[in-house]
């Protein structure tokens, strides 16, 4: 469903070489047929790199705070300023989830009460391990270790995948269904409108290249607005240094 991610844009950024030829390699690698029960009306296949884009994030905080790793104060303070980009586009995403696409699909398909049911409760626990990673990952930068941290990854990370298992296959498959590519993305539209401040594009631009899909990129970039690629090239090299200091010794696993 999801490919190893287009890596050319960040290998770019910092600079490394055998990244940047790994991430060549991956350009010609195959690209995914579209499965042929996938469902028509509107793509959403935006919707599914996004949740593509918080896995590969959720994954690689857990091993950036890998039990035994010791950080200096430098990425202490990286992994804290990380953390808070994630969270924020966390909380972001799932806000816009509760706000302005769940209500309309409710309002079209009254059979999704259930699952809403279960997705409030994901989405308030999340909101919890939010909260809790804040003092975790503050606790670092006072001079703690990374075992807590660590802790709340692991458990976030079980958490996400198994929300992100369940809305891609009892939600995607129903806003497909059900609107078509215009109220789809009108809704889109919504989203971004409620949830956009120069603050959360400066980290959520370039967070989103680091971490998406490779065919998911080319389509985005393709067709991203003059303002996003400009955020894109300002933001960039300065994102890309501060993944490098976050992810440090396991910079390579976590872009595997
Ligand atoms: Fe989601
Ligand atoms: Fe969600």
């Not at 469902?39 to 884009?53: E, Q, S």
């Not at 985005?220 to 400009?230: E, K, Q, Y």
Request: negative net charge; glycine residues 4%.
């Amino acid at each position: 469903m999801i490919q190893s991610p287009d890596l050319s844009h960040l290998a770019t950024a910092i600079g490394d070489e055998r990244m940047l030829a790994r991430a060549e390699a991956a350009h010609t690698s195959p690209r995914a047929t579209r499965s042929d029960d996938r469902p028509t009306g509107c793509d959403v296949g935006d919707y599914l790199a996004i949740h593509g884009v918080i896995r590969r994030a959720t994954r690689a905080l857990r091993l950036a705070t890998a039990p035994g790793r010791v950080v200096d104060a430098r990425t202490a303070e990286a992994l804290r300023t990380y953390w808070t980009g994630y969270a924020m586009d966390l909380h972001g995403h799932h806000t816009v989830e509760d706000t302005i696409f769940f209500p309309a699909l409710a309002e079209r398909d009254p059979s999704v009460s259930a699952e809403l049911v279960r997705s409030d409760g994901d989405h308030a626990e999340l909101d919890e391990l939010i909260s809790m990673g804040h003092a975790a990952f503050g606790a670092i930068e006072a001079g703690d270790d990374l075992a807590a941290a660590h802790d709340l990854m692991v458990r976030l990370e079980r958490l996400m995948t198994e929300h992100l298992d369940f809305e891609d296959a009892d939600f995607l498959p129903r806003f497909a269904r059900l609107f078509d590519q215009s109220e789809y993305d009108a809704m889109h539209q919504r989203a971004v409108k409620s949830s956009t401040s120069l603050k959360h594009l400066a980290f959520v631009v370039p967070f989103i290249a680091t971490w998406i899909a490779p065919d998911a990129w080319r389509s985005l970039w393709s067709t991203a607005p003059l303002p996003l690629r400009v955020v894109y090239r300002l933001t960039k090299r300065r994102h890309a240094r501060l993944v490098r200091t976050v992810f440090g010794p396991v910079l390579a696993e976590a872009l595997a």
